[in-house]
Nanobody, 117 residues
């Protein structure tokens, strides 16, 4: 069974930056798609960014131009560089993996990101 372990969350001031990391292991298919979702209190979980092993990517509209996803395919690790953070980016960020874009099948436990003004 695949395991995803996130790291890098924390507390940051508005306008600042954070970088999240997620290490995957145990995937029979080698995690074809890895990405990040987030869930704020009282809201549904939403896509932040995802990327295939081939480099195709999708971003949520609210983070385009501010967040960048990248992968280290040899280690099934995915990163999320978050710049120009806003208080509305505050959420639990979940690492996810799946067989195709838009279809996460495995989830990490999540890491809290809090942006204060």
């Amino acid at each position: 069974q695949e395991q995803l372990v996130e790291s890098g969350g924390g507390l940051v001031q508005a306008g600042g930056s954070l970088k999240l990391s997620c290490a995957g292991s145990g995937s029979f298919f080698g995690s074809p798609v890895m990405g990040w979702y987030r869930q704020a209190p009282g809201k549904e979980r939403e896509l932040v960014a995802e990327m295939s092993r081939g480099g195709d990517s999708n971003y949520g509209d609210s983070v385009k131009g501010r967040f960048t996803i990248s992968r280290d395919n040899s280690k099934t690790t995915v990163f999320l560089q978050m710049n120009s953070l806003k208080p509305e980016d505050t959420a639990v960020y979940y690492c996810a993996s799946g067989l195709r874009l838009g279809a996460p099948g495995s989830w990490g436990r999540g890491t809290q990101v809090t942006v204060h003004s």
